[in-house]
């Protein structure tokens, strides 16, 4: 089994933002020049978890009023992944991460984490680009949070988002438009992502088994 740096843990959903950021200039990550500003978020900063282990990619950190976002482009040393977030490998680490997502709560980040569903974002073309999955999560004396992550590959890595905000019942449909402002920053504006495809069926899923990441 892999163990993920307590940076990374930490990092499983973060805090809802509460104030605009001030923001940092851009930088430039395994040839993706990070946006400063995307979708009303605001870059605040970079992490190189490379230089400490190699295949821990990099970690961007954004946030806007109410919402926080953190994006990882990493390899796990992996020699080749394939540019298809339906292929076999890139599901592999969307259900390693979201297997991540549960150990928030028995390391006492959260008293409670529900899987609300599974579901997708396409690009203009159909093409599915990102795995996602939405949770509702649970914070003793604090606030209900609803929680997103998503999975694709890109430039033979796998890129990952993860975005917080206060539980609300428009937090997905604002999820999804944030999610798929990055698929022509990754893929390009011949990438610009359509409307949200409809919620899958899985329906909430309370109490699902958790498990270390592989």
Not at 186 to 198: E, S, Y
Request: overall charge positive; hydrophobic content about 45%; glycine content about 8%.
């Amino acid at each position: 089994m892999r163990v993920l740096p307590a940076a990374l843990l930490a990092l499983v959903f973060g805090a809802a933002a509460t104030v605009p950021a001030f923001g940092i200039a851009s930088v430039n990550v395994f040839g993706l020049k990070a946006p400063e500003e995307i979708e009303g978020f605001t870059l605040n900063d970079s992490t190189n978890f490379e230089k400490i282990k190699p295949g821990d990619g990099f970690g961007l950190d954004y946030s806007q009023s109410g919402w926080k976002l953190d994006v990882f482009i990493y390899d796990l040393k992996r020699a080749a992944i394939p540019d298809d977030a339906k292929s076999a490998i890139v599901k592999a680490e969307f259900e390693r991460a979201r297997a991540e997502a549960f150990l928030a709560q028995p390391r006492g980040i959260y008293a409670q984490v529900y899987l609300r569903r599974n579901f997708t974002i396409d690009d203009a073309a159909g093409r599915t680009r990102f795995q996602c999955a939405a949770f509702h999560l649970t914070r003793d004396g604090a606030k209900p949070q609803d929680g997103f992550l998503c999975v694709t590959s890109w430039n033979n890595k796998f890129v990952k988002l993860r975005l917080t905000t206060l539980s609300d019942t428009s937090t997905e449909a604002s999820a999804r438009k944030y999610i798929s402002a990055w698929v022509p920053v990754l893929w390009g504006a011949g990438g610009a992502a359509a409307p949200g495809d409809a919620p899958a069926a899985d329906g909430p899923a309370r109490g699902r088994g958790l498990s270390a990441p592989a």
